[in-house]
């Protein structure tokens, strides 16, 4: 990571999980980044980020999809939370990251970039999406949740990247 990038926290789990939370999130950084290296429960879990604990419909995101035949995108606009998988594993990991840009400001919406790569033995598929926390609240806590049942398998690894300003 170059020099502006800091490690704030580290979870891996050594048991499956249903949530991983970052909270009490320093607020000395202009951005944060988020990575997270997973597998899942069952196939039909999916990974998603609350900030906050906000599970009011404040949240909005542009996605698309390429997994080397076609290409697809798709919106959602008032989710109770910001869905960051398309295809899961049970046994193969996959990786998201997340950068948040200017996670302490009390004046604007919140941006988030989101990148996931979702490997199916070959058949995987890269995700690039927009997302938007759609209040001024600055973050203090990030939860990584699952969608429709399930846990993050043993093993699986996140890490909270403070950014300082360059």
Do not use: H
Not at 27 to 34: A, N, P, Q, V
Not at 75 to 85: K, N
Not at 135 to 143: G, H, R, V
């Amino acid at each position: 990571m170059p020099a502006t990038y800091e490690p704030i926290a580290t979870t891996t789990l050594g048991t499956a999980a249903s949530t991983i939370t970052f909270s009490s999130i320093p607020s000395t950084y202009t951005d944060l980044r988020l990575v997270l290296v997973y597998k899942v429960s069952t196939t039909s879990s999916v990974p998603a980020l609350q900030i906050n604990s906000d599970t009011f419909a404040r949240y909005s995101k542009i996605n698309t999809n390429g997994n080397g035949v076609s290409v697809s995108a798709a919106s959602s606009v008032g989710s109770t939370e910001i869905s960051l998988a398309n295809q899961v594993d049970t046994t193969i990991p996959q990786m998201v990251t997340i950068d948040i840009f200017d996670y302490t400001s009390t004046t604007i919406k919140k941006p988030l970039l989101i990148t996931t790569s979702e490997d199916k033995n070959g058949s995987g598929s890269v995700n690039f999406a927009t997302a938007t926390y759609n209040q001024t609240t600055a973050f203090s806590t990030l939860n990584f949740i699952i969608l429709y049942g399930g846990n993050y398998s043993i093993g699986t690894t996140a890490t909270l990247y403070g950014i300082l300003k360059a």
